[in-house]
């Protein structure tokens, strides 16, 4: 949101109070507390008719400084995300031109007189300023009161993150709404948004707050960063790293981080595809058909029409397509397929569970006691209010039916298009609901797969806020069957991975439209090089012989290499959860000291030791970037000797794959996901020098113990 006309004007109807100079500075009991005045004070009668903005300081984690910024104290304080807070040893130390407090590494040094300046220094370096105009009480033109807070930015300094943003890899120079919206991936709206962005400049800054963040990013004003929320207060933190990584283990730290998901959501998932007509003999042809042509399937999915058509959620299998759905999934989990199912948290008026929902109490209302509806999706819909605990048990026990007849996984879709015109059981504000109701949400379902085996709990879910990273996994949302979209699909995983999440998916071939085959081909590594692979359409259905045989041979080598992986996989699952770190990481997390690394969104490492460079063009043409080091081919065993950029042209079974330097890779089956990590016995060094040595760690999926296995070269 913009406030400004240019740099020394306001827009027309905006008025700012800003924080001009620290008035009372006082420290109590590890925390700090600043009286910021918001115009000169230079005698007493200067203290009247004058506001003042008071800020907060103290520390929930080593490296990490939170400020509160407070307008008026009055009201109810804003919906904010649970922290898993320890006890740093913080110190407080003032002299007559500075107060200094600090919390591990980090320092944030308030300057007094009569000019606003708040420094963020590490090791006597400064990181970050808040200077003139950084803090701001603001009476909008549309009559409403916000917080605006402002972080200065370097020369050169990037942002990335910001949850899983299709737009420009790095965000400077864009404007962001940090608010759940189902727009599709070729926009610049977001199903998870995420307050939380790291630059280049060795921090990060996460904004806890649960509602809408509106953002500026090196655009209204070019030499800052601007968060502002509607309201009277405002809550972030500061967290040194200094680098990606260690930032990205600070803030889940404090946020959560993922479980290691279940060995068998490696593998690849199968979809019937949304509007597609199919029933139990279609589901078991593809099944069949997968099986003839020695492609291994982990995963079946059932999308929405499983339930009968207006009647979405009603959790009951439409008995016209599945008359014996129990039996169906017994004879599909005998061959040793997990089974998935799509649902939703809306409630349509068709369905059975509509009037039950509604004399309980159980779905959300307005304010004249009416159950809030739309035809928006489905006809009558409504919305479960989770802020009920009896209406996510009730919630809970209609899964629990499905969880009885065999189902495995939920594909938890939806959860963006969250209403504000509504009262919630619990009287939570709307505003600051309508991200978090997400988390609710999916939090509901996985508690339930829990509940039923604590290792085998996983989701499938597209909405996400703070916190979602704990309930996995997600996927990427509604794109398109383009190369372009192949693109921007990276673009979101890349940054969503550097907002704490993971595990990340998306589909294969894109979700609109029926993509060409090269398009399809050239995906396919994509998808089974992503932490979790599948394959689902809209109109139709992405079994690969539809496109042609080559595809079937894509699909069949690069399942299989992805089975034989999961012994270096699992143990990155492993640094998901220990570490906070992506499985498909942004090359400036694993190369921070390389600038070059800093831009590039067309490739990722897929953990610390394989570099994965997807072809985005029919013709397999593609240039890359290879880091410092020696980089071995995966697939031919040449070396070729980083720094470089290398233009190569791959069939489509091929993609530029590479492996770093003094890596240790363990191969083990082809055919499964599901053996024993450890046992595995294909070992390989790569660009080791004679004599020296290098370690990996293998995980077992049966008990989880760690195995250490050492190449010498």
Request: with cysteine; proline share 4%; glycine share 8%.
């Given at each position: 949101?913009?406030?400004?006309?240019?740099?020394?004007?306001?827009?027309?109807?905006?008025?700012?109070k800003?924080?001009l100079?620290?008035h009372?500075?006082?420290?109590?009991?590890?925390s700090?507390k600043?009286?910021a005045?918001?115009?000169t004070?230079n005698?007493?009668g200067?203290v009247?008719?004058?506001?003042?903005?008071?800020m907060?300081?103290?520390?929930?984690?080593a490296?990490?400084?939170?400020?509160?910024?407070?307008?008026?104290?009055?009201?109810?304080?804003?919906?904010?995300f649970?922290?898993?807070?320890?006890?740093?040893?913080t110190t407080?130390?003032?002299?007559?031109?500075?107060?200094?407090?600090?919390?591990?590494?980090?320092?944030?040094?308030?300057h007094?007189?009569?000019?606003?300046?708040?420094?963020?220094?590490?090791n006597?370096?400064?990181?970050?300023?808040?200077?003139?105009?950084?803090?701001?009480?603001?009476?909008?033109?549309?009559?409403?009161?916000?917080?605006?807070?402002?972080m200065?930015l370097?020369?050169?300094e990037?942002?990335?993150?910001?949850?899983?943003?299709?737009?420009?890899?790095?965000?400077?120079?864009?404007?962001?709404?940090?608010?759940?919206?189902?727009?599709?991936?070729s926009?610049?709206?977001?199903?998870?948004?995420i307050?939380?962005?790291?630059?280049n400049?060795?921090?990060?800054?996460?904004?806890?707050?649960?509602g809408?963040?509106?953002?500026?990013?090196?655009?209204?004003?070019?030499?800052?960063?601007q968060?502002?929320?509607?309201?009277?207060?405002?809550?972030?933190?500061?967290?040194y790293?200094?680098?990606?990584?260690?930032?990205l283990?600070?803030y889940?730290?404090?946020?959560g981080?993922?479980p290691?998901?279940?060995?068998?959501?490696?593998?690849?998932w199968?979809?019937?595809?949304?509007?597609?007509?199919?029933?139990?003999?279609?589901?078991t042809?593809?099944?069949?058909?997968m099986?003839?042509?020695?492609?291994?399937?982990?995963?079946?999915?059932?999308?929405?029409?499983?339930?009968?058509?207006?009647e979405?959620?009603?959790?009951?299998w439409?008995?016209?397509?599945f008359?014996?759905?129990?039996?169906?999934l017994?004879?599909?989990?005998?061959?040793?397929l997990?089974?998935s199912?799509?649902?939703?948290?809306?409630?349509?008026?068709?369905?059975p569970?509509?009037?039950?929902?509604?004399?309980?109490?159980?779905?959300?209302?307005r304010?004249?006691?009416?159950?809030?509806?739309?035809?928006?999706?489905?006809?009558?819909l409504?919305?479960v209010?989770?802020?009920?605990?009896?209406?996510?048990?009730?919630?809970?026990?209609?899964?629990?039916?499905l969880?009885?007849?065999?189902?495995?996984a939920f594909?938890?879709?939806?959860?963006?298009?969250?209403?504000?015109?509504?009262?919630?059981?619990?009287n939570?504000?709307?505003?600051?609901?309508?991200?978090?109701?997400?988390?609710?949400?999916?939090?509901?379902?996985?508690?339930?797969?829990?509940?039923?085996?604590?290792?085998?709990?996983i989701?499938?879910?597209?909405?996400?806020?703070?916190?979602?990273?704990?309930l996995?996994?997600?996927?990427?949302?509604?794109n398109s069957?383009?190369?372009?979209?192949?693109?921007?699909?990276?673009?979101?995983?890349?940054?969503?991975?550097?907002?704490g999440f993971?595990y990340?998916?998306?589909?294969?071939?894109?979700?609109?439209?029926?993509?060409?085959?090269?398009?399809?081909k050239r995906?396919?590594?994509?998808?089974?090089?992503s932490?979790?692979?599948?394959?689902?359409?809209?109109?139709?259905?992405?079994?690969?012989?539809?496109f042609?045989?080559?595809?079937?041979?894509?699909t069949?080598?690069?399942?299989?290499?992805?089975?034989?992986?999961?012994?270096?996989?699992?143990?990155?699952?492993?640094?998901?959860?220990?570490?906070?770190?992506?499985m498909?990481?942004?090359m400036?997390?694993e190369f921070?000291d390389?600038?070059?690394c800093?831009?590039?969104?067309?490739?990722?490492?897929?953990?610390?030791s394989?570099l994965?460079a997807?072809?985005f063009?029919?013709?397999g043409?593609?240039?890359?970037?290879?880091?410092?080091g020696?980089?071995?081919?995966?697939?031919?065993?040449a070396?070729?000797?980083?720094?470089?950029w290398?233009?190569?042209k791959?069939?489509?079974?091929s993609?530029?794959?590479?492996?770093?330097?003094?890596?240790?890779?363990?191969l083990?089956?082809?055919?499964t996901?599901?053996?024993?990590?450890?046992?595995?016995?294909?070992?390989?060094?790569?660009?080791?020098?004679?004599?020296?040595?290098a370690?990996?760690?293998?995980?077992?999926?049966?008990n989880?113990?760690?195995k250490?296995?050492?190449?010498?070269?």
């Amino acid at each position: 949101m913009k406030f400004t006309d240019g740099f020394w004007l306001m827009r027309k109807g905006v008025h700012a109070k800003y924080a001009l100079h620290p008035h009372r500075i006082q420290s109590e009991n590890n925390s700090v507390k600043v009286l910021a005045a918001t115009k000169t004070i230079n005698h007493r009668g200067d203290v009247l008719n004058a506001a003042t903005l008071t800020m907060f300081m103290d520390s929930p984690l080593a490296d990490v400084i939170r400020i509160k910024v407070v307008h008026h104290a009055g009201g109810d304080a804003p919906i904010r995300f649970a922290l898993d807070e320890s006890a740093p040893k913080t110190t407080f130390t003032e002299d007559e031109k500075s107060a200094q407090f600090s919390a591990g590494a980090l320092t944030a040094k308030l300057h007094k007189g009569k000019k606003w300046n708040l420094e963020f220094l590490a090791n006597n370096k400064v990181v970050t300023t808040q200077g003139e105009k950084s803090f701001a009480s603001i009476d909008n033109a549309d009559g409403k009161h916000y917080i605006n807070v402002q972080m200065g930015l370097g020369v050169g300094e990037s942002v990335y993150g910001l949850g899983e943003r299709f737009t420009s890899f790095i965000k400077n120079g864009q404007s962001v709404e940090i608010y759940n919206e189902d727009g599709g991936t070729s926009s610049e709206q977001a199903y998870k948004n995420i307050p939380f962005y790291i630059t280049n400049a060795g921090y990060g800054v996460f904004i806890n707050h649960a509602g809408r963040v509106s953002m500026e990013i090196a655009s209204e004003a070019v030499e800052r960063v601007q968060f502002s929320v509607e309201g009277e207060e405002l809550e972030y933190l500061v967290i040194y790293g200094p680098t990606p990584k260690e930032i990205l283990k600070k803030y889940t730290a404090l946020t959560g981080r993922a479980p290691v998901v279940p060995h068998w959501s490696f593998g690849l998932w199968l979809s019937t595809s949304f509007v597609t007509d199919y029933d139990e003999a279609t589901v078991t042809s593809f099944i069949e058909e997968m099986k003839n042509r020695d492609i291994p399937l982990s995963v079946f999915h059932f999308d929405c029409y499983w339930m009968r058509e207006f009647e979405w959620s009603n959790f009951q299998w439409d008995p016209r397509v599945f008359p014996d759905p129990k039996g169906m999934l017994t004879r599909l989990k005998s061959q040793g397929l997990h089974i998935s199912l799509w649902i939703n948290s809306y409630i349509a008026q068709e369905s059975p569970l509509f009037t039950e929902g509604k004399e309980n109490g159980y779905l959300l209302k307005r304010a004249d006691g009416s159950v809030w509806q739309w035809d928006l999706w489905q006809a009558g819909l409504a919305v479960v209010d989770f802020t009920n605990p009896a209406a996510r048990d009730w919630y809970k026990s209609k899964l629990r039916a499905l969880l009885d007849m065999g189902v495995d996984a939920f594909k938890t879709d939806f959860g963006e298009r969250i209403p504000t015109d509504v009262v919630y059981f619990d009287n939570s504000n709307p505003g600051d609901m309508h991200n978090y109701y997400t988390l609710l949400y999916n939090q509901t379902v996985f508690e339930l797969l829990q509940e039923r085996n604590p290792k085998d709990a996983i989701v499938f879910a597209r909405s996400a806020t703070v916190g979602g990273q704990k309930l996995p996994v997600h996927w990427g949302g509604d794109n398109s069957s383009s190369f372009e979209s192949m693109a921007e699909t990276l673009r979101g995983g890349l940054s969503l991975g550097l907002s704490g999440f993971g595990y990340w998916s998306h589909d294969i071939g894109g979700f609109e439209g029926t993509p060409d085959p090269a398009v399809f081909k050239r995906w396919l590594p994509f998808g089974l090089l992503s932490s979790h692979s599948r394959l689902h359409g809209n109109e139709s259905v992405r079994v690969p012989w539809i496109f042609d045989e080559e595809a079937v041979d894509v699909t069949r080598k690069f399942t299989k290499l992805k089975a034989s992986l999961m012994p270096y996989l699992y143990s990155v699952a492993h640094e998901a959860r220990d570490l906070g770190l992506p499985m498909a990481r942004a090359m400036l997390i694993e190369f921070p000291d390389d600038r070059t690394c800093h831009f590039l969104d067309q490739q990722y490492m897929f953990g610390s030791s394989i570099l994965v460079a997807p072809v985005f063009s029919a013709t397999g043409e593609v240039e890359f970037y290879l880091p410092a080091g020696t980089w071995t081919n995966f697939f031919t065993g040449a070396q070729i000797v980083g720094p470089q950029w290398v233009k190569e042209k791959h069939g489509f079974d091929s993609l530029p794959l590479y492996v770093r330097e003094k890596s240790v890779l363990v191969l083990g089956r082809d055919d499964t996901f599901d053996y024993d990590y450890q046992s595995a016995t294909d070992i390989r060094g790569y660009a080791l020098e004679k004599g020296e040595s290098a370690s990996t760690i293998l995980y077992s999926h049966i008990n989880d113990k760690a195995k250490t296995v050492t190449v010498t070269g």
